[in-house]
Structure formats: structure tokens, C-alpha cells
């Protein structure tokens, strides 16, 4: 009773009726297919018995093999891009980078390369670190993940603003990004409109620029009209327009 | 017989109305609205913007997007008003070719009755969508206070955006023409104009047989709505910051949410005692969250915010009055004119001054747009009661020893007209007299408008003032001023010749007159293509989503499968075309589409 009553009290507060009124927002990914694959991985593992992992190395071990037979969403990209990526086609116009195929994903490595510390053996993933940008670049652009080649594309430009192939690079991936998220919006020409009731926006989570574009769907301006209106880079706010859409909280007439 | 528009091109809003059928109608954008915002913006694409879109990105964009345009039309580079202009706009102003003013938007430089014509060219396009027909000819106010070289921008702006101006008259004086529409009024009427960036007031004489003239005009091109929306705004911003510790005005994207909102919640407080102002996720906190804002605004409140503002305005009225040589009870009606009079605290005060309730029969944003189509609807038909007298805006005369102005045409004066004077010369032995065209109404000639100078030699040397000189000014029909001076003894005479300039040349305003087609034309074929695609998209849909029952029906039969093969490939078709957006193939693809979604839907209505 005391439990319950701390839970409650840990919310923000709201009156009793709106509670069962509450959206239920939609993770940004497939749970029940990511849910699905997990589970099957471990029952073809076979695991006796429960082991703890207790220092980072076998860690990271545990994160590669999960990595190897799973694509879970990365922390910070949502997953509607990670799915939009899954399909995209790759561009033709950067040459494919050598592929040493460690037995990880892209985004094993990077959690490889974060987790080893100083004095420590690194996991086996450790000749894909991002110490090589440019590389890494490369590499994802030509697995198609073009959040994570511009991301990376990005860190370059941050240090070397002169970086034509890094300039270049970010340029194809926000061209391909944008245009996968127009054709999942298209057509551009329609309204959008807000789900959810005014008193229940607050409870969502995002943050201020999806507030922002938020403020801008009246149920008039269309998709169009809210690009131009949000002063934001395209592919920003065709990626926040959506995962608001993606999670329910806007939708089209 | 063609229709002829009435523009209320105004400082932050404009407004375009018709008479149909003997009714004056203001006409709604595509939004259903009756004003359109003055903004204009280019976006990061290279896309223009007009209007209420502008407004929405004005600050997200600010370098780029022009508001109040109307400040700084037809004016020199080096008036005090540009200067003022300079140091508080977001948009970069820059000196122009003639000493004229240019706005610089994404490296490109507009000339700013270039800019006014983008948006006239929309008020344009809005009554064209509203009547089905081209429109050529229009009647476009202005602050009675504009002089000859702002009304020529004014006038330039119109042919720039395709439209034959007939007539420029000032915005008291539409409004008065739209309160005395249909009435016989014969009264001295004050207008109180108090818009989202200026605050004019005007005291008119309305006499018999359509003389409408402006006995004295006042104002602050720097008072506004904006002024109170700020004030709404730094009241938001400070209970914020004291709440959470954190300035809003350092996000441009929670500053544009503070100015939509507050514009909104003074709005809505004309009406209701108290507003809420409900902003979510306005900021990020910093610690990976957002935060928001919510306050509840008393009419109260603000009136205590705007009280000053609102007095000022009052103050330039009681100025105004005293200049015009008029008391209170001399005014026999009150017009309130622009959205801030629909404050009750606005109507209260003003009663208050004047002394009496003002008038309730003019539409505060419509009612200078519906004076302009009265006036147009006039000037094309075979009535002529209500039709202006073209008159002078502002005295014209000369400078005189000592800096003073001396008028030879007074304000108001009905053109074509001229007048004559005999001056002397000032010194012993003069030989020459710089004869300094000017206008206004100051008697200090630094304080008007110069239009132009030229000098008389040849004099005869003799004592001050025994020489004389006859100068003569002339204005004829189509307002071009010519000033001769003449040496009585020797009949030796100069002249000039003074055209209203907004700045531009003959070839710059061709120029822009072509790029104004151009970007018609292309805007006018992207929106074709646009609506060919939302069509074929349209329909595509629809087919598809009634693709998987149709197929279940008739997919037995040879002839079915036949069907839906043909449909298929009538989507492919269609998709491709859309892809391409080529607009001769969407077209011929909507025949096909529309057909088979005919046939679709029958078969599906015939089995359920």
C-alpha cells in the first residue's frame, strides 16, 4: 500500500479520470518482432543456466553475439529510421568500403569502441573502431545506414569543415533520408492532425522541437506547408513529422 | 464589365474587397481569412512565401523574412525612418543605386516595392481564385500622411504584381467612403487607426457631392498590436524564467511558439475576461526533458501591460486635434479602424477622449479594403457620387530665406491646378536664385520632402528686393509637377520638372514586371501539376485499397484476371507519371485511374 501510494506520488500530477485517458505510445520500434527474435535466439542458445555477467569485456562479448543475431534499435536513433534505412537502396555514387567482416554489426563496434577501457583487452571487434571516420563513413553509408554515415559525416565536418568526401557523404545521406521519409509521408499535399487532446499532450515524451513542429499541425497546414513553416533543416523535421506519426500522436484525415 | 479590387495594403496585414452586385464583399484567402499577413520570406529552398506561411516562419527565419515592408516604401536611404528600420529589423536593409532602400533576402536584393508587389500580386491571386477571372485593375490605399514619392512606390509595386492602378487614395478616407456607403452624411468625422504596426489618426470633413478631405493626419508608424503582443511576450518570458531559470528568448523556436501565442491570447481577451496560454514542450531543460508553459492571462493584466501604449496613442489624438483647430464636440462621429480597436479598453479610452461612444458601423479590418472597392467599383461605372477628387497630399511650395517653406499649392488641393507667386531676391546685386522645390506641411523646410531644385542666373544686380520673381507651379492630370521661375524685367525664365519617384528606373521596374510574370507562370504550373498529382495520388489509393476484394471477386473468371491485369498495369503507369510529375501523363493516367476505380467500386457495391 505504501509501495503503490510512493509510485503515485513519483508521477506528475493529473486529475484521477484522465489517467485511464492516457495515450498509449507506441515504442519507437516493433516490440513484438523484436521480442520475437530475441526469445528465439536465446531458446536456440540453449542457456542451462543463468550466468551474471559481471565485468565489461564479457559485456561487450555478450553485446556483440546479441548484435550478431539481432538488429535491436540503436539507443539514439529511432527506429523508424532504422527500418526506412533496412530499405533503402544503397547510393550508387560512393564506392562500396571494404568489408571486414568481424562477425558484429556497425553498431557493435561502436559499443566495442566505447566500452574498452584504458588498460583493458579490447573485444576482437576492435579492428572496426571509429578511429578511422572517414572509413566508418564509408562503411555505413554502404550498409545503407545513412542516420549513422551522417552522423558520422557530421563528427567529420565538426572537426574539418573542409572535408569534401565527409561533405559529400552527408549530402547523398540526407538526400536518400529525406527522400525515404517523403515516401513514407506523401503525398506532402495532405493535413496532418493531433491525436491527442490538449490536456494530454504534456504526458507524451519528446522533446521541444517535436513540440515545435507539433504546434505548427492545425489540421490545415499541409505536410508541405509545415517543412517550409519550420525554419528546421528538411530531413529534421520530416524525421520528427514521422515519428510523431509513427507513435500516433499525429495522423492524416 | 471587368472588376476593379480594392487593396488595403497595410503595414503587418492587407485585405482585398469587391462589389458584387452593388455590395461591397471582402474577399478570403485560400484559408478562408480575410486579411493576409504583409510578410514576405524566401525559404532555404529558395521558396517564396506570402502571407500567413511567412508569418508562421517569421521568426524560425527571420533574416529572411520581411515584415512592415510598407515603412520603408518610397522613402531615401538616409530618412530617419530607414535608419530606424535598419536598427531594428531582422532582415538586412541595405543602401540601394539611387539612394533608394533594397532588402536583402538569401543574397539576393529586392528593391522594396518589389517586395510590396509580392504581396499584392497574392491579394491578386485571391481575388482572381474568388471570382474565376483575371483581374487587371485596382484602387490600393495609403496612409494620408504618404507623400508623391511613396505613393509612385505604392503605385510601382501594383504594375510590378500585373495590376493597372486607377487609383491611390489615403486609408481614412476609405474607410469614411465605406461608413458613408449607401448614407447621405454630411459630417467631420475622426478615424482612429490603430493596426498591428502603426497607429494613425486621421480628422476628415465628409461633405456633399463626394468630397471626402483630410483636415489633419497624425501618427506613429512605430505603434502597433506587435507593440502589445511584445509586451504579452516579455510577460511570458519573465514568469518563465523566474519559474525554471531559463531565458525562452534564446530559442528561436520557443520565441515564435511566445509570438503565435500571445498574438492569439490578445485576441482572444477582446472577448473573454481571461485566456490560457498552454505551450508544451516549449524547451528542452537541458537534463534530456522538455519543459512547458502554462499561464492563465487576465483582460487585466493586460491592460495594465499595454496602458502606456494605448495612452500615447491618446496623446497624439489630443495633438492632433489642437493642430486641426478643432474642439472635441466638433467631431461628430468616431471611426475605429485596424484589429487593436477591438480592444474594450481601446473603445473605452477613446470614448472617453472624444467624448463620445465611437461608431459601430465599420468593420475594423475590413472597412478600409471595402472604401478601396467602393472607390474602384465608382471609377469603372456610369455613377459618379461617389467618386474622389484627385487632390494634392501635401502642400507644395518652396524654400525661402532662413530655412522657412513657403506654400504655394496647399493639401488637398484638386488637381489639375496652378498657382503663382512673386518672390524678390534676398541680397544686393544677386545675380542667381535657387528656386528648392519641396513638400509637406512644416514651415521649417528641413522638415519636408524635397523634390527638386534649380537655379535662375542672369539677374539684374540691383538692391534686395527689387527684383522680382514669378514662380508659377503647375500639376497636371497626371500629377506631374512643373515649377517655372521667371525674371519679370527680362522675361528670362527656368523651369523643372518633378515626377513622384519610388526610387526605381523605367528598365528596373521592367525588369521586375518580367520576373513577376515568370515566377506567375512557373507558380501557376506547379500548382496545376500539384493538383494533377493529388488527383492521380488520390485515386491510386483508392484503387488499391479496394484492389484485394476486387481481385477475390473476380479473380475466377479469364475475364477478371484480365481486368485486374489491366488495372495493374493502369497503376504502374500512373505511378511512374506521378513520379516523373509530368503533367501530360498524370492527366491521361486520371482518365484511366478514374475509370477503373469506377469499375472497382461497382464490383465491389454489386457483391455486398
Known sequence: ?253 | MEKVIGIDLGTTNSCVAIVENGVPTVVPNRGGYKTTPSMVAITEAGKRLVGHIAKRQAITNAENTVYAAKRLIGRKWNSPQVKNAVATSSYRIVQGPHNDVRIVLRDKEYSVSEVSAMVLQEMKLIAEDYLGEPVSKAVITVPAYFNDNQRQATKDAGEIAGLDVIRIINEPTAAALSYGFGKNVEKTIAVYDFGGGTFDISILEIGSSGIFKVIATAGDTFLGGEDVDARIIDWLVQGFKEEHGIDLRQDRMALQRLKDAAEKAKCELSSVRETEINLPFIISSGRNEALHLQRTIERNTLEELSGDLLERTIDICRQTLKDARLEKDEIEDVLLVGGMTRMPKIQQAVGEFFEREPSKGVHPDESVALGAGIQGSALISDKHDMVLLDVTPHALGIMTQGGFFEELIPQNTTVPTHRTKIFTTSRDNQTAVKIVVMQGESERAEENELLGEFILTGLRRAAKGSVEIEVTFEINADGIVSVHAKDLETSKEQSIEVTASSGLTRDEIKDMIDNAKDYMVERRSTEEVEAARQEAEKLVGEIERLFPQVEQIVAASDFGRDAIEKARAILDKARQAIARRDLAAMKSEIEGLSRTHRMFKGVVAKTH
Not at chain 1, 517523403?182 to 504526458?203: D, E, F, H, K, N
Not at chain 1, 519528446?206 to 489540421?219: E, K, P
Open chain 1, 1 to 253: 500500500m505504501t509501495d503503490h501510494k510512493k509510485k503515485r506520488s513519483s508521477r506528475p500530477p493529473k486529475p484521477a479520470d484522465e489517467e485511464n485517458d492516457r495515450p498509449t505510445v507506441s515504442p519507437p520500434f516493433d516490440v513484438e518482432a523484436f521480442a520475437r527474435a530475441t526469445s528465439a535466439d536465446t531458446r536456440a542458445e540453449g542457456r542451462g543456466e543463468q550466468v551474471t555477467l559481471t565485468n565489461e569485456l564479457e559485456l561487450e562479448r555478450a553485446r556483440s553475439q546479441s548484435a550478431m543475431r539481432t538488429d535491436p534499435p540503436r539507443k539514439n536513433t529511432p527506429s523508424a529510421l532504422s527500418i526506412a534505412n533496412a530499405h533503402a537502396p544503397s547510393a550508387p555514387n560512393i564506392p562500396a568500403a571494404k568489408r571486414a567482416l568481424s562477425p558484429t554489426s556497425i553498431e557493435a563496434a561502436v559499443l566495442g569502441a566505447i566500452a574498452t577501457s584504458p588498460g583493458q583487452a579490447g573485444p576482437e571487434i576492435s579492428e572496426r573502431t571509429i578511429d578511422d571516420p572517414v572509413a566508418e563513413m564509408t562503411e555505413r553509408f554502404s550498409l545503407g545506414d545513412y542516420t549513422g554515415a551522417l552522423e558520422m559525416a557530421e563528427l567529420i565536418l565538426a572537426e574539418d569543415p573542409g572535408n569534401l568526401e565527409a561533405a559529400e557523404c552527408g549530402e547523398n545521406c540526407r538526400t536518400v533520408l529525406e527522400g525515404m521519409y517523403v515516401a513514407r509521408l506523401t503525398p506532402l499535399g495532405r493535413a496532418p492532425i493531433v491525436l491527442v487532446p490538449p490536456t494530454q499532450m504534456r504526458w507524451l515524451s519528446m522533446d521541444h522541437r517535436a513540440g515545435f513542429i507539433l504546434s505548427l499541425i492545425d489540421g490545415t497546414s499541409t505536410v508541405e506547408t509545415i517543412l517550409d513553416m519550420s525554419g528546421m533543416p528538411k530531413l529534421d523535421a520530416l524525421r520528427i513529422l514521422h515519428e510523431l506519426v509513427q507513435q500516433k500522436i499525429v495522423a492524416f484525415k
